[in-house]
């Protein structure tokens, strides 16, 4: 949608106060005004005008019925600035909230749709979102966009959480947290030592993926969780719904590393949660041993665990930690 090599400040999935990141977010490093294209044939279906969120922004729906959303703008094209100041001075305010048909403002491929900036956030840049037909964001990045990526994720830390109050890792009922560190002669992650659980246990991960080209950390695309060589549990951010973005809080679990906290992604499915970004067995990703009303039990013993986030150009990276 404008004039430069793809870069991204942020990706689909990512955290984002309460709720998920619904697109992607495009570098201008640090500049404003870039002209911001259409990328399909369409029509300008909503224009809003807001001091926060998303600021001044576009929703071009495509002629398949999906919209693209171009947000952050600095300005519009002239003719959907007309239409905006025109609702703002007969309203005698700067918000405005406008939806039009399908035959007020045509859209053709390489139209200007308006012009990059920082309205409603900063630092500049363009936030793109795709919404399929019926309304949900999907990943952009699984649906043309392209942006250059040969860097495997990096993996931080893996947290053993407790679940329940007959659950205990390490004698406690706190979540355990061991550093990953890369072994060069396996190619894997691995921790220093083995946890010890008994009941019910969660597993989450720390890491992050790099893009070619910039620093941003961003959020990997595919997450597996693996115990003793059969698959356990795996989550994709490829799509979701508005209705459930603020179940973000049962995806993520806020856990020390550093000198802080950070968000580590759960490689289990609390209850509730109904992101619909997993797949799993009747274990639902959680571990068991000697834990009443499990199904599945584990067998007195070591354990082999294997976590492994990946991103959109199928870089991987894994990590192997016994239990």
Do not use: C
């Not at 001044?56 to 002239?78: E, I, K, N, S, W």
């Not at 007969?90 to 491929?109: E, K, M, N």
């Not at 749709?113 to 919404?131: D, I």
Request: hydrophobic share 40%; net charge neutral; charged share 15%.
């Amino acid at each position: 949608p404008i004039a430069l090599q793809p870069n991204l400040s942020a990706t689909f999935g990512e955290t984002r106060g309460g709720g998920l990141h619904a697109g992607i977010d495009v570098k201008t490093w640090g500049r404003r005004g870039f002209l911001v294209r259409a990328l399909a044939d369409g029509h300008v279906v909503r224009v809003r005008t807001s001091p926060w969120g998303y600021g001044r922004v576009v929703y071009q729906q495509l002629a398949d019925g999906r919209t693209m959303v171009f947000a952050h703008l600095d300005r519009f094209a002239p003719v959907i600035a007309a239409r905006v100041e025109a609702a703002q001075q007969a309203a005698q305010t700067y918000s405005v909230d406008l939806w039009f048909q399908a035959g007020d403002i045509p859209v053709a491929r390489g139209d200007t749709l308006a012009w990059t900036g920082a309205s409603g956030t900063g630092p500049p840049h363009l936030h793109l979102e795709l919404r399929d037909a019926d309304n949900q964001p999907v990943n952009p990045l699984l649906h043309g966009f392209a942006v250059e990526d040969s860097i495997p994720p990096t993996l931080q830390a893996l947290g053993l959480i407790p679940l329940g109050a007959g659950s205990l890792v390490d004698g406690g009922h706190q979540p355990v947290v061991l550093d990953l560190r890369w072994d060069a002669a396996s190619r894997t992650y691995q921790a220093g030592r083995a946890p010890v659980f008994s009941g019910h246990a969660g597993v989450a991960l720390l890491g992050y993926d790099l893009a070619n080209g910039a620093t941003n950390k961003l959020a990997p695309l595919r997450l597996e969780l693996g115990l003793d060589g059969s698959p356990l549990f795996s989550s994709a951010f490829t799509r979701f719904s508005y209705s459930h973005t603020h179940q973000i809080s049962l995806d993520r679990t806020y856990l020390p590393h550093g000198r802080g906290s950070a968000a580590f992604f759960n490689l289990f499915v609390r209850p509730g949660n109904r992101l619909g970004l997993y797949e799993t067995g009747a274990t639902r990703g959680v571990l068991a041993y000697a834990a009443p009303g499990s199904a599945v039990q584990l067998a007195p013993g070591r354990h082999l665990l294997e976590l492994s986030a990946a991103d959109v150009s199928g870089n991987r990276s894994v990590a192997r930690v016994h239990v």
